[in-house]
């Protein structure tokens, strides 16, 4: 098993960064893909952001140039800078990781962009 702990999120103005942080703890060998995903009310989830264990990483649409995924395999910790933030940002994010050809979640952090 893997447990996942987010933290970072909060209140931000539009056009302000936060970085939200995903600390694995548990059976964290093996874990390849570490992801972040977010889901606003009435919207499906979405993926938001996901970097490989070789450092391979894919953003959506939506945030491609105002996002950074990133993560430290020592600390087994994956981070997802986010900048340029606007109301539509809003939502709460879920860090994510695979082990195994098993996803294991957070319990998500609320992100609220609003002035």
């Known amino acids: 098993q893997v447990q996942l702990v987010e933290s970072g999120g909060g209140l931000v103005q539009p056009g302000g960064s936060l970085r939200l942080s995903c600390a694995a703890s548990?059976?964290?060998?093996?874990?390849?893909?570490m992801a972040w995903y977010r889901q606003a009310p009435g919207k499906q989830r979405e993926l938001v952001a996901s970097?490989?264990?070789?450092?391979?990483?894919n953003y959506a649409g939506s945030v491609k140039g105002r996002a950074t995924i990133s993560r430290d395999n020592a600390k087994s910790t994956v981070y997802l800078q986010m900048n340029s933030l606007k109301p539509e940002d809003t939502a709460v994010y879920y860090c994510?990781?695979?082990?195994?050809?098993?996803?294991?979640w957070g319990q998500g952090t609320q992100v609220t962009v609003s002035s």
């Open positions: 970097i490989t264990s070789g450092g391979s990483t």
């Open positions: 548990g059976s964290i060998s093996s874990i390849s893909t």
């Open positions: 994510s990781v695979k082990r195994l050809w098993v996803d294991y």
